[in-house]
Each structure stands twice: as C-alpha cells, then as structure tokens.
C-alpha cells in the first residue's frame, strides 16, 4: 500500500521534473511503458490470489489513471510552452509595406453623374438609348426642324466632316437630339428614353470645351402635357442634388425641336467656394426642355393629332461640377490621375435610387 | 442687345417697377443677362460745393479746397484745373471705389504733399458717365449739397441687356419688346405708326430690282438741303445706351431706327451716286469696298445695291465707302428695302461680316416696315436736320402672308394642363396683334406681319403659354409607364458599366480623353480616310475621329509621368471611329500603362509588362462572363502594337475581339511618349452577346463525387511553338475528362538541345466514375499524341 503511494509520489516528482519532450517521455516509458514499474505492477496483478487482487486492483488502476493523466498535462504544458518559445523567434515586423498591388483606380464623375441620371429616370421607367456621334444633317438639324440656313443653325458652332451625305457635310452632333429622331423612327409610341452622350461644338474657352457631355429625355404617350415635364424635371433635380426642396422656375425659350420650349432654372447660393442649389438669392440655368414640335413627330412618322409627349436636355458636365464643386471644365478631359483622384469616385460605389446615389 | 427702360416708355404706358419689368420680361421669354443702373453704381457719389479753394503751398497745380458735403464741411485736394470757389462739383468719400478708376479711394484721409485731404471731387471720365477728364465735373444749376450724383447727372435711366432667341427678330426693335410686354401685364402698347410725309417733287433717284427673289421691295426717297450735324442729345444718350458710338445725324438715324423698330435702313450721299441704284445679283470680279474699310469679293449668290459706277452696297448687310454720308453731305438717299433672309445670311457667312442690318434680315424684317421705316426716318431726318423730301418711291412689293393659322383653343390645356378662358386667349392673341376669327372649335388666326414663326396650333399654344405665365403650369410627377418598370440599359450598355468598375477595381483610373486626335498620330493607328477628318478642327492636333483611344491615353500618360507619377494606370470606356456611318462607331474598353521601375523590401515586385495587360484584359473578360479561353490569341492585327510583344484575341479568322501587349516602340517614338507602353483596348461591339435564358432557374449542381486527377508531362518542342497550341493539343485530346491545362514551366538551356524548348503543362482530369492507372495512362497517351500530332512535340524523358 505504501508502495504504491510512494510509486505514485515518485512518478509525479519525475514528470514535474521533466523539462522537455524527450524527459518526459523518458518517464513515460519508465513507468507505464512495456517494462515499466507501473506496467510491471500491473502485470503482477495476474499473478495474485483474487483476495489480492480485489485488493490491489482498484490501488493500481488509479495509480496508472493518475500517472497517465499527470503526463498528459505536463506534456499540454510543455507543448504550449514550446510553441511560445518558437512564436517569439518567428516575429515579423509588419510596419513594413505589404508587397505592392495596383492600388484602387476611380471612376470619371462625368461617367458616374451619367449613372446617377440613368438611375434616376430609370426609376421613372426611362430605358437608355444610344446613337452615333458622326451624324448627317437630317437628323442633327433637318428633322429637328433647323431648316436649311436657319439662324438657330449657326447658334451651335457646329463642327462639320469631310464625309458627305449628299450634298450637305456630315457633322459631329451638336447635341443628343437626333437620338430622338433615330428613336421614333424605329420606334412606336409609347416611348421613354434617356440619351447619354458626347456631343461636340467647335468653342474652346473658360467655361467650353470642344467636347461635352449631354443627357437626352424624351417621352412620348398619350396625354402627356408640359405639367408632366415640370413634374418629372423637379423630381429629377431633387433627387439628383439630394435636397428635400428645390426652388426652380420655368422660362419660355426658343427650340426649334420643342413648342412650347422653356429652360429652366433653380435657386442657388455660394458658401464660400461652394454651391448649394435648391435655395437661396440666385437663379442658375441647369436644363432646356418643352413639348416635342409637331413638326419633328411629323418629321418621324408620328401623328401629332394622336402623340404628344416633352424632351429635355442637360449639360452633365456642368450638372457634375454644380453638384461636386470641380472649379473648371478643362480639366475633365486631360486624364490627370491627381484630378482624377481626387474628384473620381470608388468603383464600389454603384449609383441607385434604392440605395443611394453618392 | 440693349436698350434704357426709359426708350421702353416711348411704346409703352407702364407704372410697372424696373423689377417689374425684368419679371415680365423673363415670363415673356426674354431672357435679361444684365442690368446696368447708373442710380446704383453711382450710389457714393453726391452733389457738393467748395466753399473755397485755395492754391496749395508746396504744389503749383494743387489746390486745397474747402467743401462742404454730405458728411460735413471736408478738406480736399484737388488738382482739377477747374476748381474754384463757389463751384458745384460731385463729391467722392473715403473709400469709395472709383469706377473710371478701377480703384478704391483709401480709407483714411492721406497726405498730399503735406496737406491731407478727405475725399475727392471727380471727372466724368472718372465716374463713366462721360469723356472729360480736363476737370471735375462743374455742376450748372441750382443743386442741394447731398444730391444724389446720377439725378444731378441726369443719369437715371437703367440700361437692360438682354438675350433674343432666333425665331423673335420683333424682339430686335424696342417697339416689339414693348408688345409683348403689354400682353404680359406691363400695360398699354402705343403704335406710334409713322406719319405718312407728302414730298414736294418726284424723287429724282431711279430704283430698278433687277432680283425680285433676292430684293422684292425697295423703298427710297431723296432729302436736298440737309445739314449732316451730329443727332440730338437724347438720341446719342440712347445709342450710347445701346452700346453704340454716335456718328452724325444720318447714320444714327438709320441705327436709331433698327433698335427702335428693327427695321434696317441704308443712307446714301446722293451727290455721290450716278445712275439709277439697282438691286441685283452679284457679279464674279466685282469688289465692294465696304463701310468697315474693308474690300470684300462679290459672288454671283450675293445680293448687291449697285449704280453705274458698280457695286456700292451688300444687300442687308453692309453699304460702300464710295457713296457713304459725310458731314459735307446734303442730299441724302434713303433706302428702306427687304432682302431675303437665307441669301442674306449666306452674305454674312462667306464675308464675315456681323453687322446689325444682317443680323436683323437673316431673321426676318417685317415687311410692312419698308414704307413704316422710310416715313419714320423722313420725319427725323427733317425734324433734325432740315431738307426738302421728295415722294417716296417704292419699288416691288412684298406678298402678303395669306394663310392663316387654324388654332385649336383645346390644344391648350391638351398640350400645357392649363386651363385658360377663352375670352383671355382672345385678350392675349389680340395684344400680338393677331386677327381672330372663331370659328368655334378652331379658330382662324392671321399673325401680326413682323412673326415669322407662327405656322399651327402649337405656335399659339406658346404664345397663350407663356404669356398666362409658366409658374402657372400644374406639376405633375410622371405616371409609372404601362406595364411598370423595364431594364434600363441594354445589354452592351451594362458591360460598359462592369468594364469601369472591374477597371478601377483593379486600380485604373478613369479618363474621358477627346474624341479627336491629329491625322498624322491616327495614321500609326490604321490606315486614315478623309471622310473621318473634322473640316473645321477647332485645334491641328484635334482635326480627326480617332480610330483608338490609346493614342490620347498614351498622351496622358506621358504628361502624368512628366509630372513625376511613378507607375501610370488610365482606361477609358469611350468611342472609336472606323467609319464615318451610323453603324462605323464601336464602344471600346481601352487600358493603358506606363509602367515605372517599383522598388519593394521582399525585392519581388513585378514589372507590369504584357502578361499583365493579359492579366488584366482577362479579368475584364471574365467579369463580363466571357473567359478569355474561349478565344484564340493570335498575331496582333493593328500596326500599333510591338510584332512580337502582343497579341490579338479572335473569334474565327475574322472577328478580333480585343488586342493587347506592348505598344510599338515607333508608334510611341512619334507620340512623344517614353515607353515600354503596355495596354489593351477590347471592342465591346464585337463581344458576343449570351442569349437571355427562358428561365432565371439554375440547373442542378452536379457535384465532382471523385477527387480530380492530376498529371505532369513536359514537352521538347520546336523554340517557335506557342505554348497555347500544346495546351489547346492536349484539351482536345481528351474533352469530357480533361478540364484543366496549366503551363507550370517553360525551359531553354543547358539539357535542351539549341533551337528547342521545354514546355511543362499540368493536367486535370475530372473522372466521374473510378478510373484505373491503364485508364490513365491512355489518356496521357491520347494526349502525348495529340500535342506531338500538332506541335511536333516529343514527351521529354
């Protein structure tokens, strides 16, 4: 009995004693291995009367349970230790920079805002619609009821090919409009389209560029009226500035294209070198617009007696620059990555009505 | 144009407010750019007198007065010859800002020549309102000290200036803006019709129209004993008003009358004329020297006043030198003709030249204006400048618009949502001067003479529109469209959208670079066509529809590396041109870099180089799901691209999806752009595009139960072999199992024999059901053949 309490005391001391791995495995194979002491306790087991046995069993099996389990801790916690003391020689120092990737490019604004209208009218059912740049007169002017040699005409600087559509010079649109004309004629009533697009007139100064961007509305259907148009183009502005109220006004203008024609205005003020547009004591010019002329749904086919409908058009580049403060127009188009940087948007940001447009 | 409100007065009986004013003109479509008003910019300035003024100690042509002003009795320096004693002049305080000047007066009083001085007495040159600068203004009359200067002045009368659209040329005289004005509330339209004037004598000069298209009407008579004076006051403060210099008496009157009425008028020296004066065609070697000293050529397109001497007038557009009015002048010729706005215009374009008479007839002269303007300038003339007319003598005559416009009062409210009575319909239309015949339903409406832009029911619907006010329209938000909602944009629109944001993701920068570029640097990109070549380029280097956008990226980049970026990332999603048609315009994603050495701790930073463009057109394709496997690479088929350092990715020998690599070094060399350059530029319009499925469901997953096999072998090909072939060899000689093929190693060296190389490739074989080592082993044998089949590659022991 008090062999075994001092077997027991002993193989505890041995394995608090082992200081690695091996000492402790070492102890293991000397107690509980195959010629162990413990082992060769519990071999002798076999060899008793069963009094003794039903005596000494219980005493050996718990010696060997708790043998086994003081060397299970030890080695936990010599484990544990070795792994801390491996740690601490792997440290690495990471304040230094990771390898290089490309970093995060950005996206134009003038691109972004396109979505940001695009998101908005969609919201209102417009689909986007496209056309070519190269166009011929017809459908820049003609069908939009320019007539040959009207002064209109010359108020658009326009830009005009060496390629010839029969007698007339082809030309860079002067404005998004002949999708209009290319729309209605492929198309039946009801028709409600947005028209993004680079459009291009020969001025090149502090507040032109020979290149712009424009965004073309036009809808088509039954019973629509210049009511309609007021709605849709307050609706739009609130949205796109992000403002609750927007003080706007209509004025009667001239388009051949529309009858009657308006432009319209909204309130702003400057704080500082910021524009805020919705309120305030001044008015800025943001969009033309009015009813489609009967001429022009004539010119594609439309029954003027039977459709109606409005258009409008905005200059994207200056809505940008109302509604993200980029001082100057230039320097949109000279690809400068510090410009960009700092005035283009991250690529995770998809403009939507749902969830937010900037 | 502009004009001073009180000209408005002439035709207008108002009580309206300058502000009124401006609010009704706007509601009428008037669009005011400006308003000048003397009263506010001369606000600072008041009336004060010198007490005495005394000469300065130290300064011969200084002296110190003693003023008494508006804020006391001040001390000034003066250095006016004029100053004196008693005189009423106009006081300046501290700090005002002088506009003549262009500066501010200091705050605090300063020293002049040791005497201080606490304000200033001005010149009118010094406050605009006049030339002199001799000396300060001397005030005759009796004003008290403190009055404002502009009413001293007689400067009270804002000046408005303000835009007119194309289809409003009324809008060019001060008579028909007053019109409008009446009709939109401002009050009551006088006519002010001139009065017919009987001449003495027959009008000695003959007018023949020889060009009844091009001059249909030509009104004239002859004024003898004229004094050619300057114009009174009043006239010349109008004209100034206006932004017009005066002249004398017979010129101003012409400009008079085509701001007052918008009705041109020509004046000749009679005495300089011989012959009868002839309105006709031009003729190919005729010459005019004009009124602005210069010598234009005549066509034959160009309508021209000419006498027996040739050619003294451009018809509506500018007169000659040889037959113009002088001070000595004394018997004038007055010309009051219409000319045809599309000829006149075409005048105007190919001499360049702007003047007021051509600005107004390319819109539209009123016709009836012929006689009208005659009268009126026979009555000033005679008024002003003495004489005896003759009978006018009238040449042609102009048709009377007979058709009439059929309204429908519906379409009012059908177009616009407003409601409006007819009997305000008729108010409005009858101050237009338009003459109604209701019929009921749709009324029958002759416009005023001086609209050219009334033609149908929607003409009046504006006219109605805009005059009950725009701010009265209803605001109605749109109605959702039948049906609902659709998807906005198309399908190739929205792989523009992915493209911009797989690009920026993967560290690109958005550039929107100009549609131009020049035809010399177009030329490295393809064969150029004059058809793409802009005919008035507003720059050299912007004369041509670009066939690429790299060439403006590359561009870019440079001016970026130029400004110290290290490693330069553009792209742009943006149009090309390969043709001047409606269908010749291609959307293109267009990535460019210009890489720059980047130095990293672990020493394992990459350079980009054509991989990377490979790289990343890929991951472009991938997200705009079309594995960039499923296309072949082949030769590069654009001539800017390095021969052997870039590629092509083609659907079938004739459709080239993309190219991308390294840029050619000679193409860089003539952009002025320091390379290595690599990029890419993927055409989105040859982008196959998937057909829309029937149904959104997914079909069922169908697991890989087995764990893939893999197998390496290395090939001994010839050096010239593409790698892709052994890969696309090996694919296919094993379709259903094989699913994956990797190059892991590519060797030339010491154990490959000169002229050959190693190429290793991993294979994947995905068994659905267990396969045994022979099943293996004959598809390595399948593919061991296939490869030497096509490459002539042998499997390396």
Known sequence: MSDITAIEQEALAAIAAAGDLAALDAVRVAELGKKGRVSGLMGALG?????????????????????????????????????????????????????????????????????????????????????????????????????????????????????????????????????QVRTMMEEKPPIRILVPGRVYRNDWDATHTPMFHQVEGLVIEKGIHMGHLKGCLIDFVKAFFEVDTVVSRFRP???????????????????????????????????????????VLRNCGIDPDVHQGFAFGMGVDRLAMLKYGMPDLRPYFEADPQWTRHYGFSPWLTPSVSGGLS | MRFSLSWLNDHLVTKASLQNILDLMLKAGLEVEEVIDPREKLAPFTVCKVIEAKPHPDADKLRVCTVETIDGTKQIVCGAPNARTGMTAIYAPLGTFIPGLDFALDKKPRAIRGIESHGMMCSSRELETGDDHDGIIDLQGDFKVG??????????????????????????????????????????????????????????????????????????????????????????????????????????????????????LHVYDAAKLSGAVVARLGKAGEKLEALDGKTYPVTEDMCVIADSSGVIGLGGVMGGVSTAVSAETTDVFIESAWFDPLRTARTGRATGIHSDARYRFERGVDPQS??????????????????????????????IRTKKVTFYPVDVERLTGLIVKPAEMKRILKDLEFDIE???????????????????????????????????????????????????????????????????????????????????????????????????????????????????LAQAAQRARNRGERTVRLFEAGPIYLGDGPKDQRTVVAGLVLPAAERHWQGRAAPYDAYAAKADLFALLAALGQ?????QVAAPTQPHWHPGQAASLKLGPKMTVANFGALHPGVLKALDVEGPVYAFELNLNALPVMKVKATKTRPVLERAELTPIRRDLAFLVDAGVAAGEIVRHAQSAEKQLITCVDVFDVYQGQGVAEGKKSVAIEVTLQPKEALKDEQIQQVMERIVASVAKGTGGVLRG
């Open chain 1, 253 to 295: 203008h001239f388009f051949p294209f529309t009858e009657p024609s308006a432009e319209m205005d909204v309130k702003y003020s400057r704080k500082g070198d910021a524009i805020e547009i919705g309120e305030g004591d001044r008015w800025m010019e943001i969009l033309g617009c009015g009813m489609v002329h009967p001429n």
């Open chain 2, 627 to 631: 594995p960039g496997d499923r296309f």
């Open chain 2, 438 to 552: 209701d019929a009921g339903d749709a009324w029958y409406l002759m416009p005023p003479s001086h609209r050219f832009d009334m033609e149908q029911s929607a003409d009046i619907v504006e006219e109605i529109a805009r005059l009950i006010g725009f701010d009265q329209l209803p605001t109605t938000s749109l109605p959702l469209p039948e049906g609902g909602r659709r998807v906005i944009t198309t399908p190739r629109q929205a792989r523009v959208a992915i493209s911009r944001r797989v690009m920026a993701a993967r560290g690109f920068l958005e550039a929107v670079t100009w549609s131009f570029m020049a035809r010399e640097h177009a030329e490295l990109f393809g064969k150029t066509e004059d058809a793409l070549g802009v005919a008035n380029p507003v720059a050299s280097e912007l004369n041509y529809m670009r066939p690429s956008a790299l060439g403006n």
């Open chain 1, 47 to 179: 060899k008793m009367s069963p009094e003794e046995r039903k005596a000494q069993g219980p005493l050996l099996n718990t010696l060997k349970t708790r043998v086994d389990e003081a060397i299970r801790v030890r080695k936990a916690a010599l484990e544990a230790a070795e792994l801390e003391a491996r740690l601490v020689t792997e440290r690495v120092d990471l304040t230094l920079p990771p390898a290089p990737g490309p970093g995060e490019g950005a996206l134009h604004p003038v691109m972004q805002v396109f979505e940001e209208i695009a998101a908005i009218f969609g919201d209102m059912g417009f689909t986007v619609a496209e056309g070519p740049d190269i166009e011929d007169d017809w459908h820049n002017f003609t069908a939009l009821n320019f007539p040959l040699g009207h002064p209109a005409r010359e108020t658009h600087d326009t830009f005009f090919m060496k390629a010839m559509e029969g007698d007339t010079p082809k030309v860079l649109r002067t404005h998004t409009s002949p999708v």
């Open chain 2, 147 to 264: 009055t404002p200067a502009a009413e001293a002045l007689g400067q009270t009368d804002p000046v408005i200036d303000f835009e007119v659209t194309p289809n409003r040329p009324d809008w060019l005289g001060v008579q028909g803006i007053a019109r409008d004005l009446a009709a939109a509330g401002a009050g009551r339209f006088l006519r002010n019709d001139p009065k017919k004037i009987n001449g003495s004598y027959d009008c000695p000069v003959d007018i023949k129209l020889e060009a009844a298209e091009a001059c249909p009407m030509f009104a004239g008579a002859l004024i003898r004993g004229v004094t050619n004076g300057p114009s009174p006051d009043w006239m010349q403060a109008r004209l100034k008003a206006a932004g017009l210099q005066p002249k004398s008496l017979l010129v101003d009157v012409t400009n008079y009358i085509s701001l007052d009425r918008a009705r041109p």
């Open chain 2, 370 to 399: 012929c006689v009208d303007g005659l009268n009126l300038a026979i009555a000033l003339i005679l008024e002003y400048g003495g004489g005896q007319v003759s009978k006018a003598k009238i040449a042609g005559s102009i048709p």
